[in-house]
């Protein structure tokens, strides 16, 4: 029987980018936090020190966060150099202090990639996902267009495999931890998701076009198989959807060459 | 005093929303795009309602405070969402979802908006399931269903334990193509911080950009408030940080009735409180309780013993004791009173005694620890991050905690406020779930909102708006409006305090949970009453707002809620006391069976009670809205 655990205090020095805007210099400062429990979430710590600055009239450190139980993905930051910090498979929000021992320096950065432009300290601006997301990523279905749920069955290792892909929070620690600051997973999730599904398949080839050319035009960079995304990945997606778009992406491409388009693509009669 | 017309259609229950579509008024397509509605949130029903009426060819603006509109606290929703499709032939119905419902909800809400709730609940399915929202199937490659509380069938569709991030990135999806269509505008780090009125109609929004500071203003011919609950007024809760009131109170302060504050849902299985720093508590989804048995010890002697040396004989499965025929599975409001009943009586396990033990033992026994994994290993998992135990090896220890409220602004039949043109959707709306709200119904009533309701009643007030009519932002009471806003921001960092706003916010979280929590007294709210305007006015003298209103500034925008929520507390607490009965998540220890069970007035409590403003510093007026039970009778609720 495992016993119920005991809270440790520890006390850390913390090692934070601030950067009061995109334009305004930058540089690394040092916090002492003292007395910390080991209980205490690395956000609340956050808070703690906050508060300490705030009372001190200095301005707090600015970080991204919401829901504080890993599925948002607001909540960002390297944390000694990883993207969400030291544990496998998990947001920095759900990084508890007791990863940490006495006496640490931790060095806290925001998510470096170009198509993340800084806004200030911690936070980033992550709306290139979004803009990848409106280039395709859904299935065009109007409101009270669609058929009975089960008149469309999809077998069970499909729409197991396509929650694996569908689980992203859309974080961003892919494209951090990626050398080429690539959002090949990101995008890969997506696609490998809606292109599992029956009701995926009309849209499936321009959706894979259009989401992997406005990831380019972002200025995310290519993928170079070197699977960091997926180890950084607070939800652990594999890699494998990444294989899985470039077949999709190929085909796509190809069948875009040689596939004739019928000349009256646009309604219009009555 | 507001007009409070329930708008409610005649004739029979189950033909009533079908009626009523066929009656009220249509705006015809040509004229659609000539009309811009205002979209406040973009959870479950703020990003439904966005993209339906964008179908429709009205022109949309949304508006989100969060970075991304992915990001809504829907996003967190775990177990799942109820509807009557009946795929178990179980003897599921329209009327059996309508009536569970209603039962759950102690008959404290509308019969007529839950029954349109129940019918359109079938709709949602199809259209998430169309949309490829990753829902559990069988391996006939049909939909699964599972369990939840409060329901002897099984009518709940979920995708393992993140339902409602799954509905929230399919309806996020449909946001997305109709961005991408031109037909919405996105406004994310926009945060509303006022309401305009114009000549009595709702008809725009001042917002905030939270990274440039700028303050700007909104015209348009409707408005919709998609912006959930308000349950941080408790400070520790399950909601995210930055869920607020902040919205719906600047509505109210404009006119519009807040309905029921105090019918708040404290949901019995969440990760107990550790320390003073912790910041939010996190929830483990009631379909646990599908396959886990809740227990505490019997004597008070063994709760500190290691749960596994307590023989079976001397534990208390306390819910399948009091409530053999719905068990671990009876309505959120009564398991968490019991776990307060039996950690009171000084049964309550770890270290701070405020915990009851959910244990996995037999399922394990039954299914293999592969089984438990595959239905809850997500859950499991979140448990073992926070408190470093494995659910596997020994029970998990929960309690219950503040976790979605009923409450919110009156609203008619059409999801319109008592302000013309102001609709409210979702969490952020008092109308469905009465005094309790049944496990899985949340998700159903943002989809059911945004998805299959507004689209159909806000044609009908438009249609009675001229195409072309919506106020200039040049008007006076834009500007009004935007000075407003304004000042309180400028009065916000003039304080130059020496506290943080986190220390307020924290204060008033124990003075509500402590006087207006699960169980509430005369005298408990009268002293709240006391306390919360006396913390009110240390905020507004010693509060320390640094930085600038010219840049993402995070001290401020907290400082603007936490504001809010000073004197939405208060409110709650009066209704509270106002209220003088017991009701579902409304429990007064004053009204109560011998056993321990709600006791409702129906005959002096039967009604809505919807609050109006009457200006700073005045109480305001307890408006109320007759609940006329047609169809089914107001009853001791019973899951014995």
């Not at chain 2, 600047?250 to 320390?275: D, E, F, L, S, W």
């Not at chain 2, 932002?473 to 305090?497: Q, S």
């Not at chain 2, 924290?506 to 929590?517: A, D, N, P, S, T």
């Amino acid at each position: 029987m495992v016993a119920e655990t005991k809270s440790k205090s520890l006390s850390i020095t913390l090692r934070v980018w601030r950067q009061a805007g995109p334009a305004a210099p930058g540089g690394f400062v040092d916090y002492a936090a003292k007395n910390l429990s080991s209980d205490m979430s690395f956000l609340e710590m956050l808070d703690v020190v906050n508060d300490e600055l705030t009372m001190k009239g200095e301005e707090p450190i600015a970080f991204a966060h919401d829901c504080r139980e890993g599925i948002c993905g607001t909540c960002s930051c390297m944390i000694n150099g990883k993207p969400h910090g030291p544990g496998h498979g998990i947001a920095t929000c759900q990084t508890y202090m007791r990863s940490f021992t006495d006496g640490d320096v931790i060095v806290v950065e925001p998510f470096r990639a170009r198509a993340f432009p800084l806004i200030k300290d911690l936070v980033v601006d992550r709306s290139a996902f979004d803009k990848i997301i409106q280039a395709g990523g859904f299935i065009s279905v109007r409101t009270g267009a669609a058929p009975d749920a089960n008149s469309i069955p999809v077998p069970k290792p499909d729409a197991d495999l396509a929650m694996d892909a569908a689980a992203c929070i859309g974080c961003g620690a892919c494209v951090a931890a990626c050398k080429n600051a690539s959002a090949m997973l990101f995008v890969a999730a997506k696609v490998s998701q809606l292109g599992l599904f029956p009701q995926g398949q009309p849209e499936r080839d321009s959706r894979v076009l259009s989401m992997v050319g406005t990831m380019d035009s972002l200025g995310f960079g290519n993928c170079t198989n070197q699977y960091e995304c997926s180890a950084a990945c607070p939800k652990v997606i594999s890699h494998d959807f990444i294989a899985r778009m470039n077949r999709d992406y190929l085909r796509a491409s190809v069948r875009a060459t040689f596939k004739p388009a019928s000349a009256s693509a646009a309604g219009g009669g009555g | 005093m507001a007009k409070l017309d329930s708008k409610v259609p005649s004739g029979p229950l189950a033909d009533k929303w079908r009626k009523h579509k066929t009656e009220i008024k249509l705006v015809n397509p040509a004229n659609k795009r000539k009309y811009e509605v205002i979209v406040v949130g973009a959870g479950l029903a703020g990003s439904s309602a966005a993209a339906t009426l964008a179908e429709l060819g009205y022109k949309v603006k949304n508006f989100v405070f969060h970075d991304s509109p992915r990001r809504a606290h829907s996003i967190a929703a775990q177990g799942g969402i109820n509807a009557a499709k009946n795929y178990q032939n179980d003897g599921d119905s329209v009327h059996r979802l309508f009536y569970d419902t209603i039962k759950g909800g102690d008959y404290r809400s509308r019969e007529a908006n839950v029954h349109r709730l129940a019918e359109v609940s079938v709709n949602i399915i199809d259209q998430c399931a169309a949309q490829g929202v990753p829902f559990a199937r069988e391996y006939g490659g049909l939909l699964a269903n599972r369990s939840f509380g409060g329901a002897q069938v099984s009518r709940t569709f979920y995708a393992r334990g993140q339902t409602g991030q799954q509905l929230l990135l399919g309806a996020y999806s449909a946001l997305s193509r109709m961005i991408s269509a031109g037909a919405i505008e996105l406004h994310a780090n926009s945060e509303m911080l006022d309401v305009v009125i114009v000549d009595g109609q709702a008809k725009g929004i001042i917002v905030r950009d939270l990274i440039t500071g700028e303050i700007t203003r909104h015209a348009a011919d409707a408005v919709i408030l998609a912006t959930g609950g308000y349950g941080n007024v408790f400070n520790l809760s399950t909601y995210a940080r930055g869920s607020n009131v902040t919205a719906i109170w600047r509505a109210y302060k404009r006119g519009a009735c807040m309905a029921n504050p105090c019918y708040t849902q404290i949901h019995p299985t969440c990760i107990p409180v550790t320390g003073d720093y912790q910041s939010k508590l996190t929830l483990m989804s009631e379909s646990l309780r599908n396959d886990g048995r809740i227990w505490v010890p019997k004597r008070k002697e063994d709760r500190q013993k290691p749960p596994a040396t307590v023989a079976e004989p001397d534990r208390d499965y306390y819910l399948e004791r009091l409530y053999p025929a719905f068990g671990n599975l009876c309505p959120r409001d009564v398991a968490s009173r019991a776990a307060k009943r039996v950690c009171d009586e000084g049964r309550g396990v770890g270290e701070t005694g405020l915990g009851v033990y959910l244990d996995f033992a037999d399922a394990i026994n039954r299914l293999g620890e592969a089984g438990v994994r595959e239905r809850y290993g997500n859950l499991f998992d979140i448990y073992h991050e926070i408190t470093a135990e494995s659910a596997y090896q020994q029970p998990m220890r929960i309690y219950p905690a503040v976790h979605y409220t009923m409450g919110g602004l009156w609203v008619d039949y059409n999801l319109m406020s008592n302000v013309p043109g102001l609709f409210v959707l979702g969490e952020a709306n008092f109308s469905d779930h009465g005094a309790n709200r049944l496990g899985a119904s949340a998700l159903m009533q943002g989809l059911a909102d945004g998805y299959f309701v507004i689209p159909y009643t806000i044609g009908d007030y438009l249609a009675g708006q001229k195409p072309g009519s919506r106020p200039s932002v040049d008007a006076p009471e834009f500007k009004a409006a935007e000075d407003n806003v304004r000042n309180a921001t400028n009065r916000l960092l003039g304080i130059n305090g020496r506290e943080p706003v986190s220390h307020f916010h924290k204060r008033l979280g124990k003075i509500m949970w402590e006087h207006c929590g699960m169980a509430r007294t005369k005298e408990g709210l009268e002293e709240a009453l006391k306390l919360i305007p006396a913390l009110r006015e240390e905020f507004w003298a010693t509060v320390k707002v640094p930085g600038s209103a010219e840049t993402l500034n995070q001290s401020l925008e907290q400082a603007g809620r936490v504001g809010d929520f000073l004197e939405f507390g208060e409110l709650l607490c009066l209704d509270a006391l106002k209220r003088e009965e017991s009701c579902g998540g409304h429990f007064r220890e004053e009204h109560q069976f011998p056993d321990g069970e709600c006791k409702r007035d129906d005959t002096n409590y039967g009604h809505v009670a919807a609050w109006e403003y009457q200006g700073a510093g005045q109480t305001p007026l307890r408006n109320t809205e007759p609940l006329n039970y047609e169809f089914t009778k107001m009853s001791v609720r019973n899951y014995k």
